[in-house]
């Protein structure tokens, strides 16, 4: 049973960088073919793709976040994490990692029911 979980600060200011952790267990990220993803759905809005990293480090992004968005990930931990710079009140949401196999448009938002794990997702506030 893999198992995701994410974690970082609750609350970040305003034009500073958001930093999130995704910490796998019951599975490796390196593991071939599955990509890994994180979404995240603002209050009373939809889920929302940011970007993915594949089993062999490759990413793609959101065309919307691009220019803010990296992911990036550490194999000897079996974690992947976000950084979303330069973020606004807008970007307040509850922030998911997730899994899903290589097939199909996996390096874009796919159907959700496509992913197959999620972690419990964090709460992020972006506030002064």
């Known amino acids: 049973q893999v198992q995701l979980q994410e974690s970082g600060p609750g609350l970040v200011k305003p034009s500073q960088t958001l930093s999130l952790t995704c910490t796998v267990s019951?599975?490796?990220?390196?593991?071939?073919?599955?990509?890994w993803s994180w979404i995240r759905q603002p209050p009373g809005k939809g889920l929302e793709w940011m970007g993915v990293?594949?089993?062999?480090?490759?990413?793609y992004y959101s065309p919307s976040l691009k220019s803010r968005t990296s992911i990036s990930r550490d194999t000897s931990k079996n974690q992947f994490s976000l950084q979303l710079s330069s973020v606004t009140p807008e970007d307040t949401a509850v922030y998911y990692c997730a899994r899903r196999a290589m097939v199909g448009s996996w390096y874009a938002e796919g159907p959700w029911h496509e992913y197959d794990y999620w972690g419990q997702g964090t709460q992020v506030t972006v506030s002064s």
């Open positions: 990293i594949a089993y062999d480090g490759s990413t």
């Open positions: 019951g599975g490796s990220i390196t593991t071939s073919y599955y990509a």
